[in-house]
């Protein structure tokens, strides 16, 4: 797979809605997309999904940059590949910094498929030609708020709810919730804000019959999520603790959950998540694809993986316009009745929208290749 050259861009995009978690709150959004070009026209897209701070993991918008300029990009420019499973294997000895990796790795994934003509959900062995979808509602101001989101969410046919709760803001709030949407699949996702003090508050869960709580205990436990799980019926599902295979591996073999939510950026890239959902498969492990608030390109790449057979439970990748007053893909994102058709075109799928991606872009660089 020989390349040209490959651009940088940092784009700054603004969500409709402010979305808030148990650690704060996320308004501005700044990615970078990765355009890594052949020399026979093809364009792959990647998509960072840090967050301009480390609420959610280590990484950063700006750590990314660094390890982008300063070491992956170099690495592709030093470096034969002639498959995308090479990328992982070359960017190994820089340790973690996955999302940064996993926006590279992504766009060269991409170049892949198209250099052969099949689709990104092709190249990666999936087969659904539609996807289900579901959605992920952040703490809202207000009881009623939260009451009308999920509703509205319900008539657009999201498949699922998931509600971000926090100590204080939880039981009761999953109660209410439950009282007018009795048969509605809820999930709550408390982003690491619980301890095992909080043990006997936790059990009253199993009452109100959710699908999973998401990432109930820090965010880099597997220990204190076995004992959880020992003690709790409701299923756990592990997020922010998942970065590999190998963390896949001992929290199964802990019993530190019984769900995994897989997300392109926080494994390091496809390839990984492509090694977890195999080892899930194999276990019987639940999987399902979450969501970084990706503009189109992460969007597209969410799709892609969803379509392997072990993402059995709806994901969190909703419609564009759930997020965005105007995406960087044409066509945009749509989710009709809480379903996404897979796009049939080579690589992601979508097209760049050119005059978004413009109006976005705040900062861009080119690398070139020796050929
Ligand atoms: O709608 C989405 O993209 C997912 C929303 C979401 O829950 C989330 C958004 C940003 C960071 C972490 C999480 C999470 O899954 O914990
Ligand atoms: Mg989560």
């Known amino acids: 797979m020989p390349l040209k050259n490959i651009i940088l861009r940092k784009l700054h995009m603004s969500l409709k809605n402010p979305f808030t978690t148990s650690f704060g709150t996320t308004q501005e959004k700044e990615i970078f997309i990765i355009e890594a070009y052949d020399s026979d026209g093809n364009c792959g897209y990647g998509e960072s999904v840090a967050f301009s701070s480390p609420w959610y993991t280590e990484e950063t918008v700006k750590t990314s940059q660094h390890m982008i300029e300063d070491f992956l990009v170099p690495i592709l420019q030093k470096n034969e590949i002639s498959h995308p499973d090479d990328v992982s294997k070359l960017f190994s000895p820089i340790k973690r910094n996955n999302m940064a990796k996993a926006a590279v790795e992504g766009a060269i994934w991409d170049l892949y498929a198209k250099r052969n003509n099949i689709t990104l959900a092709e190249a990666l062995g999936g087969e659904k030609k539609e996807i289900d979808v579901g959605i992920s509602i952040g703490i809202q101001p207000t009881m009623n708020d939260l009451l009308h989101t999920i509703d509205k969410s319900l008539n657009e046919g999201y498949k ?165 007053e105007k995406d960087i893909i044409v066509p945009e994102v749509v989710a009709q009745h809480g379903v996404i058709k897979v796009p049939d075109k080579p690589g992601i799928g979508y097209e760049l929208n050119s005059d978004a991606i413009n109006e976005y872009t705040d900062w861009w660089k080119e690398f070139h290749f020796e050929s």
């Not at 996702?189 to 043990?199: F, G, H, K, P, Q």
């Not at 965010?219 to 998942?242: F, G, M, N, R, Y």
């Open 160 to 324: 699922r709810i998931k509600l971000k709760i926090k100590p204080g803001a939880d039981m009761e709030v999953l109660r209410e919730v439950r009282a007018h949407f009795p048969s509605t699949l809820i999930m709550a996702d408390a982003n690491s804000a619980y301890t095992l003090e909080d043990i006997d508050h936790l059990k009253k869960l199993d009452d109100l019959e959710l699908m999973m709580i998401e990432q109930p205990l820090a965010h880099d436990d597997i220990v204190d999520h076995a004992k959880l799980q020992s003690q709790i019926q409701t299923p756990i599902c592990l997020d922010e603790s998942i970065h590999s295979l190998e963390d896949v591996r001992k929290a199964y073999e802990l019993g530190s959950c019984k769900i995994m939510n897989v997300k392109i950026g926080r494994v390091g890239g496809l390839t990984e998540a492509l090694r977890i959902h195999d080892y899930c498969r194999k276990h019987d492990i639940k999987v399902w694809c979450g969501g970084m608030l990706e503009a189109g390109v992460g969007r597209a790449h969410n799709i892609a993986l969803t379509t392997l057979p072990q993402f059995v439970l709806p994901g969190d990748t909703a419609g564009s316009s759930h997020y965005w």
